[in-house]
Protein backbone atom coordinates (compact mmCIF):
# COMPACT_ATOMS: atom_id res chain seq x y z
CA UNK A 1 0.00 0.00 0.00
CA UNK A 2 1.31 3.72 -0.62
CA UNK A 3 1.80 6.07 2.12
CA UNK A 4 1.45 9.70 0.96
CA UNK A 5 4.10 11.84 0.85
CA UNK A 6 3.65 15.92 1.12
CA UNK A 7 6.32 17.75 -0.79
CA UNK A 8 7.29 20.87 1.16
CA UNK A 9 8.90 22.72 -2.05
CA UNK A 10 7.02 24.17 -4.87
CA UNK A 11 5.05 22.01 -7.47
CA UNK A 12 6.55 20.18 -10.35
CA UNK A 13 5.34 22.09 -13.58
CA UNK A 14 5.76 20.52 -17.42
CA UNK A 15 4.93 21.16 -20.20
CA UNK A 16 0.76 21.24 -20.20
CA UNK A 17 0.50 17.86 -22.76
CA UNK A 18 3.06 16.12 -21.21
CA UNK A 19 1.11 13.09 -19.76
CA UNK A 20 2.62 11.88 -16.66
CA UNK A 21 5.44 13.54 -17.15
CA UNK A 22 9.09 11.73 -17.00
CA UNK A 23 8.15 9.62 -13.86
CA UNK A 24 4.90 8.71 -15.12
CA UNK A 25 5.81 6.95 -18.10
CA UNK A 26 8.71 5.81 -16.85
CA UNK A 27 7.00 3.79 -14.51
CA UNK A 28 4.51 2.84 -17.11
CA UNK A 29 7.22 1.17 -19.37
CA UNK A 30 9.43 -0.21 -16.49
CA UNK A 31 6.28 -1.80 -15.16
CA UNK A 32 5.75 -3.51 -19.23
CA UNK A 33 8.85 -5.29 -18.71
CA UNK A 34 7.92 -7.24 -16.37
CA UNK A 35 5.90 -8.79 -18.78
CA UNK A 36 6.53 -8.56 -22.34
CA UNK A 37 7.70 -12.24 -23.82
CA UNK A 38 11.35 -12.89 -24.66
CA UNK A 39 10.56 -13.40 -27.94
CA UNK A 40 9.15 -10.23 -27.90
CA UNK A 41 12.19 -8.71 -25.96
CA UNK A 42 14.41 -10.06 -27.90
CA UNK A 43 13.05 -8.45 -31.39
CA UNK A 44 12.32 -4.63 -29.18
CA UNK A 45 16.12 -5.00 -28.34
CA UNK A 46 17.24 -5.33 -32.04
CA UNK A 47 14.43 -2.66 -33.20
CA UNK A 48 15.70 0.21 -30.74
CA UNK A 49 19.69 -0.81 -31.79
CA UNK A 50 19.09 -0.62 -35.18
CA UNK A 51 17.49 2.68 -34.90
CA UNK A 52 18.74 4.63 -31.47
CA UNK A 53 17.49 8.26 -30.24
CA UNK A 54 19.50 10.80 -31.64
CA UNK A 55 21.86 11.94 -29.68
CA UNK A 56 21.47 15.63 -30.77
CA UNK A 57 18.12 15.96 -29.41
CA UNK A 58 17.37 18.24 -26.90
CA UNK A 59 15.71 15.78 -24.31
CA UNK A 60 13.08 17.22 -21.53
CA UNK A 61 13.38 14.26 -19.40
CA UNK A 62 17.36 14.69 -18.18
CA UNK A 63 17.36 11.64 -16.21
CA UNK A 64 17.21 8.93 -18.13
CA UNK A 65 15.24 5.63 -17.40
CA UNK A 66 18.12 3.76 -17.73
CA UNK A 67 17.13 1.35 -19.93
CA UNK A 68 16.54 1.94 -23.88
CA UNK A 69 12.87 1.24 -23.52
CA UNK A 70 12.12 2.71 -20.84
CA UNK A 71 14.05 5.85 -22.16
CA UNK A 72 12.34 5.85 -25.42
CA UNK A 73 8.73 6.13 -23.35
CA UNK A 74 9.35 10.16 -23.27
CA UNK A 75 10.76 10.37 -26.72
CA UNK A 76 7.42 11.45 -28.68
CA UNK A 77 7.11 14.67 -26.01
CA UNK A 78 10.47 15.90 -27.66
CA UNK A 79 10.46 14.71 -31.05
CA UNK A 80 7.13 16.66 -31.33
CA UNK A 81 9.15 20.06 -30.85
CA UNK A 82 10.88 19.02 -34.03
CA UNK A 83 7.64 17.52 -35.64
CA UNK A 84 4.68 19.80 -34.29
CA UNK A 85 2.11 18.31 -36.36
CA UNK A 86 2.35 15.08 -34.79
CA UNK A 87 1.16 16.78 -31.44
CA UNK A 88 -2.42 15.84 -31.97
CA UNK A 89 -1.31 12.06 -32.18
CA UNK A 90 -1.15 12.92 -28.11
CA UNK A 91 -4.84 13.02 -26.99
CA UNK A 92 -8.69 12.47 -28.31
CA UNK A 93 -10.83 15.24 -27.40
CA UNK A 94 -13.88 12.92 -26.15
CA UNK A 95 -16.67 15.95 -25.08
CA UNK A 96 -17.81 15.66 -21.63
CA UNK A 97 -21.00 14.33 -21.76
CA UNK A 98 -21.19 12.40 -24.76
CA UNK A 99 -23.26 8.98 -25.52
CA UNK A 100 -21.14 5.99 -25.67
CA UNK A 101 -20.69 4.53 -29.36
CA UNK A 102 -18.50 5.61 -32.05
CA UNK A 103 -15.72 7.23 -31.09
CA UNK A 104 -14.04 7.90 -34.27
CA UNK A 105 -15.94 11.17 -34.97
CA UNK A 106 -13.78 12.59 -32.47
CA UNK A 107 -10.45 11.99 -34.60
CA UNK A 108 -10.37 14.51 -36.57
CA UNK A 109 -9.14 13.49 -40.43
CA UNK A 110 -6.62 15.97 -40.96
CA UNK A 111 -4.49 15.36 -37.88
CA UNK A 112 -5.35 12.41 -36.26
CA UNK A 113 -5.71 11.48 -32.65
CA UNK A 114 -4.11 8.87 -30.24
CA UNK A 115 -5.54 5.70 -31.05
CA UNK A 116 -5.25 6.34 -34.76
CA UNK A 117 -1.61 6.93 -33.83
CA UNK A 118 -1.41 4.09 -32.04
CA UNK A 119 -2.56 1.64 -35.13
CA UNK A 120 -0.63 3.49 -37.66
CA UNK A 121 2.75 3.25 -35.41
CA UNK A 122 1.40 -0.97 -34.98
CA UNK A 123 1.08 -0.98 -38.56
CA UNK A 124 4.63 0.16 -39.89
CA UNK A 125 6.00 -2.63 -37.04
CA UNK A 126 4.18 -5.23 -38.44
CA UNK A 127 5.34 -4.37 -42.64
CA UNK A 128 8.66 -5.95 -43.07
CA UNK A 129 9.80 -2.98 -45.25
CA UNK A 130 9.40 -0.37 -42.92
CA UNK A 131 13.47 1.37 -42.47
CA UNK A 132 14.97 0.24 -39.54
CA UNK A 133 14.63 3.98 -38.72
CA UNK A 134 11.14 4.35 -38.92
CA UNK A 135 10.52 1.18 -37.00
CA UNK A 136 12.33 2.18 -34.21
CA UNK A 137 10.74 5.41 -34.23
CA UNK A 138 6.89 3.38 -34.29
CA UNK A 139 8.09 1.64 -31.63
CA UNK A 140 8.98 4.25 -29.52
CA UNK A 141 5.43 6.00 -30.48
CA UNK A 142 3.85 3.18 -29.14
CA UNK A 143 5.59 2.90 -25.75
CA UNK A 144 4.64 6.50 -25.16
CA UNK A 145 0.79 6.74 -26.69
CA UNK A 146 -0.20 3.77 -25.10
CA UNK A 147 0.88 5.51 -21.76
CA UNK A 148 -0.70 8.95 -22.62
CA UNK A 149 -4.07 7.11 -23.88
CA UNK A 150 -4.37 6.02 -19.97
CA UNK A 151 -4.00 9.70 -18.40
CA UNK A 152 -7.95 10.33 -18.56
CA UNK A 153 -7.90 14.24 -19.60
CA UNK A 154 -6.03 12.90 -22.59
CA UNK A 155 -9.41 11.44 -23.76
CA UNK A 156 -11.73 13.93 -22.47
CA UNK A 157 -12.51 17.72 -23.32
CA UNK A 158 -14.73 20.52 -21.54
CA UNK A 159 -13.76 22.66 -24.03
CA UNK A 160 -10.98 23.19 -21.42
CA UNK A 161 -8.08 21.71 -23.63
CA UNK A 162 -7.82 18.87 -20.90
CA UNK A 163 -7.96 20.48 -17.76
CA UNK A 164 -5.68 22.77 -18.97
CA UNK A 165 -8.11 25.77 -18.71
CA UNK A 166 -9.17 24.81 -15.35
CA UNK A 167 -7.16 26.85 -12.96
CA UNK A 168 -6.52 24.95 -9.28
CA UNK A 169 -4.92 25.50 -6.11
CA UNK A 170 -2.98 22.74 -4.99
CA UNK A 171 -1.93 22.17 -1.34
CA UNK A 172 -2.03 26.05 -0.86
CA UNK A 173 -0.32 26.96 -3.54
CA UNK A 174 -3.07 28.99 -5.76
CA UNK A 175 -3.16 29.04 -9.82
CA UNK A 176 -1.01 32.00 -11.08
CA UNK A 177 -0.87 33.31 -14.68
CA UNK A 178 1.92 32.28 -17.16
CA UNK A 179 0.66 33.78 -20.20
CA UNK A 180 -2.07 36.51 -20.81
CA UNK A 181 -2.86 36.11 -24.33
CA UNK A 182 -3.97 32.68 -23.71
CA UNK A 183 -4.89 32.91 -20.06
CA UNK A 184 -2.95 30.11 -19.07
CA UNK A 185 -2.43 29.09 -15.50
CA UNK A 186 -0.46 26.75 -13.09
CA UNK A 187 -1.50 24.97 -11.27
CA UNK A 188 -4.21 23.36 -13.53
CA UNK A 189 -6.09 20.50 -12.81
CA UNK A 190 -4.06 18.44 -16.54
CA UNK A 191 -0.51 19.88 -14.57
CA UNK A 192 -1.48 18.04 -11.43
CA UNK A 193 -2.92 15.03 -12.94
CA UNK A 194 0.23 14.66 -14.81
CA UNK A 195 3.03 14.68 -12.51
CA UNK A 196 1.97 16.88 -9.28
CA UNK A 197 -0.33 14.30 -7.55
CA UNK A 198 2.49 11.43 -8.58
CA UNK A 199 5.09 13.14 -7.25
CA UNK A 200 2.86 13.78 -3.93
CA UNK A 201 2.49 9.85 -3.58
CA UNK A 202 5.84 8.97 -5.19
CA UNK A 203 8.15 10.48 -2.36
CA UNK A 204 11.57 9.69 -2.58
CA UNK A 205 11.33 6.23 -3.85
CA UNK A 206 13.02 5.27 -7.63
CA UNK A 207 10.59 4.89 -10.90
CA UNK A 208 11.88 1.16 -11.03
CA UNK A 209 11.08 1.30 -6.84
CA UNK A 210 7.26 2.31 -7.94
CA UNK A 211 7.18 0.12 -10.84
CA UNK A 212 7.96 -3.04 -8.20
CA UNK A 213 5.15 -1.82 -5.71
CA UNK A 214 2.80 -1.10 -8.52
CA UNK A 215 2.99 -4.48 -10.33
CA UNK A 216 2.72 -6.24 -6.70
CA UNK A 217 0.15 -3.86 -6.07
CA UNK A 218 -1.97 -4.52 -8.33
CA UNK A 219 -0.94 -8.48 -9.03
CA UNK A 220 -4.62 -9.56 -9.03
CA UNK A 221 -6.15 -7.23 -11.92
CA UNK A 222 -3.46 -8.13 -13.86
CA UNK A 223 -4.55 -11.42 -15.77
CA UNK A 224 -7.80 -9.46 -16.11
CA UNK A 225 -6.20 -6.56 -18.00
CA UNK A 226 -4.01 -9.38 -19.98
CA UNK A 227 -6.85 -10.99 -21.35
CA UNK A 228 -8.99 -7.89 -21.91
CA UNK A 229 -9.31 -5.98 -25.23
CA UNK A 230 -6.31 -4.97 -27.46
CA UNK A 231 -8.76 -2.22 -28.85
CA UNK A 232 -7.07 1.53 -28.21
CA UNK A 233 -10.46 3.26 -28.64
CA UNK A 234 -11.83 0.79 -26.24
CA UNK A 235 -9.44 1.96 -23.76
CA UNK A 236 -10.00 5.85 -24.53
CA UNK A 237 -13.77 5.44 -23.77
CA UNK A 238 -12.88 3.61 -20.43
CA UNK A 239 -10.39 6.71 -19.75
CA UNK A 240 -12.63 9.22 -20.43
CA UNK A 241 -15.41 7.50 -17.87
CA UNK A 242 -12.51 7.69 -15.01
CA UNK A 243 -11.83 11.20 -16.11
CA UNK A 244 -15.73 11.90 -15.57
CA UNK A 245 -16.18 9.86 -12.23
CA UNK A 246 -12.55 10.68 -10.73
CA UNK A 247 -10.82 14.17 -12.42
CA UNK A 248 -14.21 15.92 -12.35
CA UNK A 249 -16.51 14.05 -10.01
CA UNK A 250 -14.14 14.35 -7.36
CA UNK A 251 -13.35 18.37 -7.43
CA UNK A 252 -14.61 19.77 -4.44
CA UNK A 253 -17.04 22.79 -6.89
CA UNK A 254 -18.58 20.60 -9.49
CA UNK A 255 -17.47 21.69 -13.23
CA UNK A 256 -20.75 22.74 -15.39
CA UNK A 257 -20.81 20.33 -18.82
CA UNK A 258 -19.72 23.01 -21.45
CA UNK A 259 -21.06 22.81 -25.24
CA UNK A 260 -18.66 21.44 -27.60
CA UNK A 261 -16.69 23.97 -29.29
CA UNK A 262 -13.47 24.23 -30.86
CA UNK A 263 -10.98 26.00 -29.04
CA UNK A 264 -7.35 26.82 -29.36
CA UNK A 265 -6.39 28.71 -26.16
CA UNK A 266 -7.87 28.89 -22.61
CA UNK A 267 -9.09 32.75 -24.13
CA UNK A 268 -11.83 30.70 -25.92
CA UNK A 269 -15.71 29.56 -25.30
CA UNK A 270 -16.13 33.45 -23.40
CA UNK A 271 -12.54 32.74 -21.59
CA UNK A 272 -13.39 29.36 -20.38
CA UNK A 273 -10.06 29.70 -17.91
CA UNK A 274 -11.14 32.66 -16.20
CA UNK A 275 -14.53 31.11 -15.95
CA UNK A 276 -13.16 28.27 -14.01
CA UNK A 277 -10.99 30.28 -12.05
CA UNK A 278 -13.81 32.10 -10.22
CA UNK A 279 -14.58 28.55 -8.93
CA UNK A 280 -11.77 28.61 -6.47
CA UNK A 281 -11.19 24.78 -6.74
CA UNK A 282 -8.94 24.26 -3.83
CA UNK A 283 -7.06 21.00 -3.83
CA UNK A 284 -5.18 18.98 -1.18
CA UNK A 285 -5.91 15.60 0.78
CA UNK A 286 -9.04 14.79 0.21
CA UNK A 287 -9.11 15.60 -3.76
CA UNK A 288 -5.06 13.72 -3.70
CA UNK A 289 -6.89 10.76 -1.72
CA UNK A 290 -9.32 9.72 -4.23
CA UNK A 291 -7.20 10.94 -6.88
CA UNK A 292 -3.61 9.01 -6.22
CA UNK A 293 -5.23 5.41 -6.38
CA UNK A 294 -6.65 5.88 -9.56
CA UNK A 295 -3.44 7.19 -11.30
CA UNK A 296 -1.55 4.25 -10.27
CA UNK A 297 -3.99 1.98 -11.50
CA UNK A 298 -4.11 3.83 -14.86
CA UNK A 299 -0.10 3.63 -14.84
CA UNK A 300 0.00 0.00 -14.41
CA UNK A 301 -2.89 -0.84 -16.76
CA UNK A 302 -0.99 1.34 -19.04
CA UNK A 303 1.64 -1.10 -18.89
CA UNK A 304 0.41 -3.99 -18.65
CA UNK A 305 -1.61 -3.22 -21.84
CA UNK A 306 1.65 -2.39 -23.16
CA UNK A 307 3.67 -5.51 -22.58
CA UNK A 308 0.44 -7.60 -24.24
CA UNK A 309 -0.27 -5.50 -27.40
CA UNK A 310 3.61 -5.72 -28.00
CA UNK A 311 3.47 -9.93 -26.92
CA UNK A 312 0.65 -9.65 -29.38
CA UNK A 313 2.58 -8.83 -32.17
CA UNK A 314 5.49 -11.29 -31.49
CA UNK A 315 4.08 -13.57 -29.98
CA UNK A 316 6.72 -16.26 -27.51
CA UNK A 317 7.73 -19.07 -29.54
CA UNK A 318 6.58 -22.69 -28.23
CA UNK A 319 10.04 -24.83 -28.18
CA UNK A 320 7.74 -28.12 -27.59
CA UNK A 321 5.60 -27.19 -30.69
CA UNK A 322 8.46 -26.14 -32.62
CA UNK A 323 10.13 -29.25 -31.96
CA UNK A 324 6.63 -31.53 -32.56
CA UNK A 325 6.50 -29.63 -36.01
CA UNK A 326 9.67 -29.80 -37.12
CA UNK A 327 10.24 -33.58 -36.07
CA UNK A 328 6.93 -34.44 -38.18
CA UNK A 329 8.46 -32.46 -41.51
CA UNK A 330 12.07 -33.58 -41.25
CA UNK A 331 11.71 -35.87 -44.43
CA UNK A 332 10.49 -32.51 -46.26
CA UNK A 333 12.93 -30.82 -44.68
CA UNK A 334 16.04 -32.86 -45.92
CA UNK A 335 14.02 -33.76 -49.47
CA UNK A 336 12.90 -30.59 -50.73
CA UNK A 337 13.87 -26.81 -51.25
CA UNK A 338 12.46 -24.84 -48.62
CA UNK A 339 10.44 -22.20 -50.19
CA UNK A 340 9.93 -20.36 -53.79
CA UNK A 341 9.99 -17.06 -53.51
CA UNK A 342 13.43 -14.89 -52.56
CA UNK A 343 13.14 -12.02 -49.92
CA UNK A 344 13.80 -8.44 -50.44
CA UNK A 345 17.75 -7.95 -49.40
CA UNK A 346 17.31 -6.01 -46.55
CA UNK A 347 14.46 -8.65 -45.05
CA UNK A 348 16.62 -11.34 -45.59
CA UNK A 349 19.48 -9.23 -43.19
CA UNK A 350 17.17 -8.47 -41.13
CA UNK A 351 16.13 -12.40 -40.67
CA UNK A 352 20.07 -13.05 -40.70
CA UNK A 353 20.08 -10.76 -37.85
CA UNK A 354 17.24 -12.67 -36.01
CA UNK A 355 19.15 -15.89 -35.97
CA UNK A 356 20.56 -17.46 -32.90
CA UNK A 357 23.89 -16.75 -32.70
CA UNK A 358 25.69 -20.12 -33.01
CA UNK A 359 23.38 -20.32 -36.27
CA UNK A 360 23.95 -17.08 -37.68
CA UNK A 361 27.72 -17.64 -38.01
CA UNK A 362 27.40 -20.90 -40.27
CA UNK A 363 24.07 -19.60 -42.61
CA UNK A 364 25.08 -17.28 -45.14
CA UNK A 365 22.75 -14.21 -46.31
CA UNK A 366 22.83 -15.42 -49.53
CA UNK A 367 20.79 -18.73 -48.49
CA UNK A 368 18.71 -16.57 -46.85
CA UNK A 369 15.86 -17.22 -50.14
CA UNK A 370 15.35 -20.39 -48.83
CA UNK A 371 13.18 -19.80 -46.01
CA UNK A 372 10.48 -21.26 -43.25
CA UNK A 373 6.70 -20.64 -44.54
CA UNK A 374 6.73 -18.09 -41.74
CA UNK A 375 8.94 -15.29 -43.13
CA UNK A 376 7.51 -15.74 -46.33
CA UNK A 377 4.50 -14.67 -44.97
CA UNK A 378 6.18 -11.48 -43.19
CA UNK A 379 5.64 -12.75 -39.96
CA UNK A 380 9.97 -11.80 -39.06
CA UNK A 381 10.50 -13.06 -35.97
CA UNK A 382 13.33 -14.58 -33.50
CA UNK A 383 10.95 -17.95 -33.49
CA UNK A 384 10.43 -18.08 -37.50
CA UNK A 385 14.13 -17.51 -38.32
CA UNK A 386 14.83 -20.29 -35.47
CA UNK A 387 12.75 -22.44 -37.67
CA UNK A 388 14.56 -21.77 -40.40
CA UNK A 389 18.12 -22.27 -38.85
CA UNK A 390 16.93 -25.88 -37.75
CA UNK A 391 15.60 -26.53 -40.96
CA UNK A 392 18.73 -25.86 -42.31
CA UNK A 393 20.96 -27.79 -40.15
CA UNK A 394 18.78 -30.62 -41.13
CA UNK A 395 19.23 -30.61 -44.37
CA UNK A 396 22.95 -29.91 -43.78
CA UNK A 397 23.75 -33.17 -41.58
CA UNK A 398 20.43 -35.51 -43.17
CA UNK A 399 23.31 -38.27 -44.10
CA UNK A 400 23.77 -38.34 -40.34
CA UNK A 401 20.05 -38.33 -39.52
CA UNK A 402 19.55 -41.08 -41.76
Given at each position: ???????????????????????????????????INPNAWAIITQILDAGPID???????????????????????????????????????????????????????????????IADQLALLRDPNTPAAVRA???????????????????????????NCVPVEFFGKPPSETNRQS????????????????????????????????????????????????????????????????????????????????????????????????????????????????????????????????????????????????????????????????????????????????????????????????????????????????????????????
Amino acid sequence: MFSIFLLLGGLTVVPAAQAWGCKGHYITALVAEKHINPNAWAIITQILDAGPIDPNLSRYCKETAGDPFADSSTWADDERSINPSTGRWHFMDIPRGAAPGDISQYCPQTNGCVTKAIADQLALLRDPNTPAAVRADALRYVIHFIGDLHQPLHTTSNNDRGGNCVPVEFFGKPPSETNRQSESFQPNLHAIWDTNILAQFAGDRTTQQLADELDAKFKNQIPSWQSGSLDPKAWAWEGHEVAERAVYGSLPNKVAIEPPREVSSCADDDHIAMRMLNLNETLADEYENAAAPVIQEQLTKAGIRLATILNDLWPQFSADRSARSLRKKRSAFVSRSLTPSPLPEHTATLALQMLPADCRQTVPALSLDRIAPQLRHKQISVSAASVWCCAHRWKQNAPSLA
